[in-house]
């Protein structure tokens, strides 16, 4: 399927009309192929509508996110990996400031991960933690 302003067959890149102003770490796509996230150096995720190149949202941060997953069975949630050590789970349909704050630790996430089939669990990299498994319904533990 081409999408407007999306065109798969074509060699010229389609470019999002929204930039991050420093590095990007990461990207997502939710699983209707409707939208691109992206996090960055800027302190700040970035949701793109894919098939008008727009900007839909802006979710912002303390510090550079390093990593974004987007829930596998709802296209609306998505968890963040912070350099302030903060695991983030966002509701886009919700005010930004009602984001959940999953886990805190001293130093900075890497990466997040949902598991694929089962999104109540997350996965993280943290550079004293090492790798953690997560419950979403058990904040902070």
């Not at 727009?54 to 987007?70: A, D, E, M, T």
């Not at 005010?95 to 949902?114: D, M, R, W, Y």
């Amino acid at each position: 399927m081409v999408r407007a302003g999306c065109d798969l067959w074509s060699r010229n890149p389609v470019v999002m009309q929204t930039n991050h102003t420093s590095n990007i770490f990461c990207l997502a796509f939710d699983k209707l192929n409707s939208k691109i996230f992206s996090g960055g150096n800027d302190d700040q995720v970035i949701v793109h509508d894919l098939k008008t190149t727009q900007l839909i949202l802006k979710l912002p941060h303390r510090n550079p996110v390093y990593g974004l997953s987007i829930n596998p069975q709802n296209d609306h949630m998505l968890a963040t990996a912070g350099d302030d050590g903060r695991i983030l789970i966002y509701d886009i349909r919700e005010p930004v400031s009602e984001a959940i704050c999953l886990a805190k630790q001293n130093t900075g996430f890497h990466s997040v991960v949902f598991h694929p089939t089962n999104p109540r669990l997350l996965v993280s990299a943290n550079a004293d933690e090492g790798i953690a498994l997560w419950d979403c319904r058990k904040v902070k533990k």
